[in-house]
């Protein structure tokens, strides 16, 4: 009997050692019909005094192959870890999925380049309601009440008195209302026209107003800022170019031209063989804007402008159709 158990120690802990499935070994030897239960049970055979020796030994054999089967499933359980540990590696160093990360849109762009430009000459910003009276969009800024322009061929009317501002202006009778001289500002928005869309119309588009107000203000100051922005915005080649005009709030008036920044002047495709790019409205503000805003014309003078931001966009970017600004199709505004 002392033979079977050693033999089946033996076998065993061999067995142990040379497999994995340890589950079916365990059954097999220590299970309720395994070798060593199956050896305990014949324990009635066993005379009385070997009874105790025998049964030390059984219990020793039992103890030993637990505790081979418990190595085992150690190893077993370390080696899987090892392995997992190894096929799941994670390498930081890697360099990551790059995800696109969006811009501003052109004329976000300009706008930002404007404002930038003349804060750098001291002027703030002021900015005015879209949705506006028509006594700011028009009344006051020397527009009379049968001016073509308040034709609701060319603005939008929500009432009898109330529009959406058909350009910046109003913000310069507001900012004169409620301020004395000095004045120095722009206005950067929105502004909105029953113009049906094509290349260079949109119902609603961008400007940015200009305004200053102070003593001596003279026609040469309006030169000289425009000239000085005309230089920051598209070169320093630049060259500007007044022609006369009519706006009913300045007066002398003039539309204001920038030298062609790709051509230099000779004519070419983006100034449509011109050498000059039309690009905003100027002008000396009339006295009567002055003091219809509590201004007294005989103490001060200002002038004022007002650029489209749209064309502006255009002519900095070589785009020919404005629609393609306000589609927001990807593949259009990557470029820029
Ligand atoms: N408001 C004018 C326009 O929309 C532009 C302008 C502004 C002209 C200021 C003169 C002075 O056409």
């Known amino acids: 009997m002392k033979e079977l158990l050693k033999q089946i120690r033996e076998k065993a802990i061999a067995e142990i050692e040379a497999s994995d499935r340890l589950d079916e070994i365990r059954i097999q030897y220590l299970g309720k019909k395994g070798e060593l239960t199956a050896v305990l049970r014949g324990m009635g055979k066993v005379s009385p ?139 950067p928005g929105r502004v909105y026209r029953a113009d049906p869309a094509d290349a260079t119309h949109s119902p609603i588009f961008h400007q940015v107003e200009g305004l200053v107000v102070d003593k001596g203000i003279t026609m040469g100051d309006l030169k000289g800022i425009l000239e000085l922005f005309a230089k920051k915005m598209f070169g320093p080649e630049t060259k500007i170019r007044f022609r006369p005009h009519h706006f009913p709030f300045t007066e002398p008036s003039a539309e204001v031209d920038v030298s062609c920044f790709v051509c230099g002047g000779k004519g070419c495709r983006l100034c449509k063989g011109e050498g000059w790019m039309e690009i905003l409205g100027a002008g000396m503000v009339h006295p009567f ?44 505004l990557h470029q820029f």
């Open 289 to 332: 804007v002055l003091s219809n805003c509590g201004i007294d014309p005989n103490v001060y003078s200002g002038f004022a402008f007002g650029m489209g931001v749209e064309r502006i966009t255009m002519a900095r970017l070589g785009i020919d159709d404005l629609r393609l600004m306000y589609e927001n199709d990807v593949r259009f």
């Open 49 to 187: 005094e070997e009874r105790p020796l025998i049964g030390q030994l059984a219990n020793e054999v039992r103890a030993e192959i637990e505790a081979a089967l418990a190595k085992k499933e150690e190893e077993k359980a370390k080696k899987e870890l090892e392995n997992r540990l190894l096929s799941e590696k994670i390498d930081v160093t890697v360099p990551g999925t790059p995800f696109t990360a969006g811009h501003r849109h052109p004329l976000a762009q300009t706008e930002e380049m404007l404002r930038d430009i003349f804060i750098g000459m001291g002027f703030s910003i002021a900015e005015g309601p879209e949705v506006e009276y028509d006594y700011y969009n028009f009344e006051a800024l020397n527009l009379p009440k049968n001016h073509p322009a308040r034709d609701t061929q060319d603005t939008f009317y929500i009432t009898d008195n109330i529009l959406l501002r058909s350009q910046t202006s109003p913000v310069q009778a507001r900012v004169m209302e409620q301020t004395q001289p000095p004045i120095r500002i722009i206005s």
